[in-house]
């Protein structure tokens, strides 16, 4: 297996990580802990099974730094198709969207601060509490929905270095392509019509599985010089 291939696996190993991790705080944990307009009952769900909602501090983090990795991993393999579009790749998925994972990851320490009181606390009421956490746990799905604009924003360049690398299938790069623009406009809807969030997500979703059809033929077929007949020169723009 060549260096090229190996980057390859490994950037498709990484990617497998991020997908399968992020759903538990996304997903499986407010399915699992959260009720829907009972705060009081969400908030003793939180005390009562805190290991399962530290797990989703846990994920958080580990999302962040397996995205930075992965798109270090992305940037070896690709970087040299085009350098402008590599350093945008590095920025927008190897810097900030790790970021706004990490800083998230504050919203839920606020909740667990919030849950057990303490000296800090002393001179707010259980109700106060309870609202406050409600707030920060809100907060944290508020920030997802902003996130979502950055999650699509580094796929543009993403795509376009899979467009001109000549050992990548072209397909990916357009799908890529989609991907981001379905995660900008639920971003967009989020942040202007928060009631077309939801139907339109259901719309989009689908395109959101160019992700992990790309990143299982990473992770299983590699980069393939025998791919394309003539591979694009790299390009410096």
Not at 154 to 168: T, Y
Request: overall charge positive; charged content about 10%; glycine content about 8%.
């Amino acid at each position: 297996m060549n260096r090229r291939n190996r980057t390859a696996r490994l950037a498709g190993l990484l990617y497998l990580l991020v997908v399968l991790i992020a759903p538990y705080r996304l997903v499986y944990l407010p399915a699992t802990l959260f009720v829907s307009g009972h705060a009081a009952a969400t908030i003793a769900n939180i005390a009562a099974h805190e290991t399962l909602f530290r797990l989703g501090l846990a994920a958080d983090l580990a999302c962040g730094a397996l995205q930075a990795f992965m798109a270090i991993a992305l940037f070896h393999l690709l970087g040299k198709v085009s350098r402008p579009h590599g350093i945008a790749l590095l920025l927008l998925g190897g810097a900030l969207v790790p970021a706004l994972y990490f800083f998230n990851v504050l919203n839920d320490a606020a909740v667990l601060l919030l849950v057990h009181g303490g000296e800090a606390l002393a001179t707010f009421e259980p109700a106060q509490r309870t609202a406050l956490a409600m707030l920060f746990l809100h907060l944290h799905g508020q920030t997802v929905g902003a996130a979502e604009t950055l999650w699509g924003l580094w796929l543009f360049p993403l795509a376009l270095l899979v467009l001109r690398s000549g050992f990548l299938p072209r397909l990916f790069g357009y799908g890529l392509i989609l991907n981001g623009l379905a995660y900008v406009l639920q971003s967009l809807a989020w942040a202007l019509s928060p009631a077309w969030q939801d139907r339109l997500s259901g719309l989009l979703g689908p395109l959101q599985f160019v992700e992990v059809l790309f990143m299982l033929w990473l992770l299983v077929l590699g980069a393939r010089p025998d791919f394309r007949r003539t591979p694009t020169a790299p390009t410096g723009a």
